[in-house]
């Protein structure tokens, strides 16, 4: 099997160069582990932060070794009770072709609810996300104004799915015309806007004549000073990600109207997906459910084979995908 390690770490946008392909001998599976043929690996904003040599809330990826990360696939050997061969499992496969790993680190991708590769997507981690943050942390109300940002990514395009099914009027923020398309088109958004072809501030204040209530943070930066400078009193600013800042070199200066904070007295609160697991049953049931009745839909961007996999990850940063960025594997 074949799989990719981290060979340097980048300064600033990752490169081709920062990745190896090695060829492995896969070994058989010890008592309590899974053999699992990777179908979809799924290449995510938080692994930039894992390519640094810093402290976080999951250690950076090793020199030399191979690179983490969810991936679904099919069960070939278990030598565990927990699963069986052929079943459908959703963890952490790495970037690999196949994977000998703990049975532990797997849980079952029942594959009547939603496709494989959703188990990445709508119905996993950046699924998850949305709704915990949304719902948990923005509680949102129907009749209030939610601005998501990166609105047409994994977890954005979700948070503004669940928002309009909440009855909240929904507006989100996109770095292409196509993509404000998709929002208003696919995923009946209220409002989208290019934030690359006019001042986020402005064209924010054009969508939002109401004010903000809930603002789901992905991007930092200029997006979370305008959104600041447009809450309404009371609202709630989930922070989830800042990825405007992920590939800089030197630190972002802070929202220079913070201080509005206090007058609207709003709550900024961050959160990491993997403290929630109480939820997830939950969220299955719910986004599974929405799926099903064709409330949320099931958006990706999908290109083929492990090669592939760098250029999708540095393609993410750039933001080349609409909805969840997918590398596949294996067809069958
Ligand atoms: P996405 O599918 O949204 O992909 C990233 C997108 O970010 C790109 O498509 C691009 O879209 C946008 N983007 C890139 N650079 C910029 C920029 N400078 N300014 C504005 N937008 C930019 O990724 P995910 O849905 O997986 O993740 C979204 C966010 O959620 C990230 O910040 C991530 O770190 C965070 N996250 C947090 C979790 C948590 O537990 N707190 C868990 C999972 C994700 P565009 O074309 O619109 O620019």
């Known amino acids: 099997g074949r799989e990719i390690h981290l060979k340097s770490r980048p300064h600033g946008e990752p490169t081709p160069d920062n990745f190896e392909f090695v060829t ?109 943050g949304l719902l948990d942390l923005g509680r949102p109300k129907a009749g209030d104004t939610v601005f998501v940002s990166a609105a047409a990514g994994a977890v954005g395009g979700v948070v503004g799915q669940i928002a309009r099914i909440k009855g909240c009027r929904v507006v989100g923020s996109v770095g292409s015309d196509a993509k404000v398309k998709h929002l208003r088109d696919d995923l009946k958004f209220d409002a989208g806007l290019n934030y690359k072809s006019a001042p986020i501030a402005e ?16 991007v930092g930066g200029d997006h979370l000073e305008a959104a ?27 929202p220079r109207n913070l201080f509005l904070a206090v007058g609207k007295r709003l709550t900024l609160q961050g959160f990491i997906v993997m403290d929630h697991g109480d939820r997830r049953a939950d969220f299955l049931r719910d986004v599974g459910q929405w799926l099903r009745e064709g409330k949320v839909s099931d958006v990706a961007t999908v290109v083929d084979g492990l090669d592939q996999a760098p250029g999708a990850f540095i393609g993410l940063l750039r933001g080349d995908n609409t909805g969840k960025m997918l590398v596949r594997l294996a067809k069958d």
């Open 24 to 132: 492995v001998t896969v070994p058989e599976p010890a008592e309590g582990q899974v053999l699992v043929r990777n179908h979809f690996m799924s290449v995510d904003p938080y692994m930039r932060g894992r390519m640094n040599d810093a402290k976080s809330y999951v250690p950076p990826f090793k020199l030399g070794e191979v690179m983490d990360g969810g991936a679904v696939g099919q069960v070939l050997r278990s030598r565990s009770p927990d699963f069986k061969e052929g079943d459908f499992v959703v963890g952490t496969g790495g970037w690999r072709e196949y994977t000998v790993a703990p049975a532990k680190h797997y849980q079952k991708a029942d594959p009547s609810v939603g496709p494989l590769s959703a188990y990445l997507g709508v119905l996993g981690m950046p699924g998850m996300t949305a709704y915990v």
């Open 203 to 218: 064209s924010l204040a054009k969508a939002c004549p109401d004010g903000i209530d809930v603002y789901f943070d992905n």
């Open 228 to 254: 600041i400078g447009l809450m309404n009193n009371h609202g709630r600013i989930v922070l989830c990600g800042s990825i405007s800042g992920y590939n800089a070199t030197t630190p972002a200066p802070g």
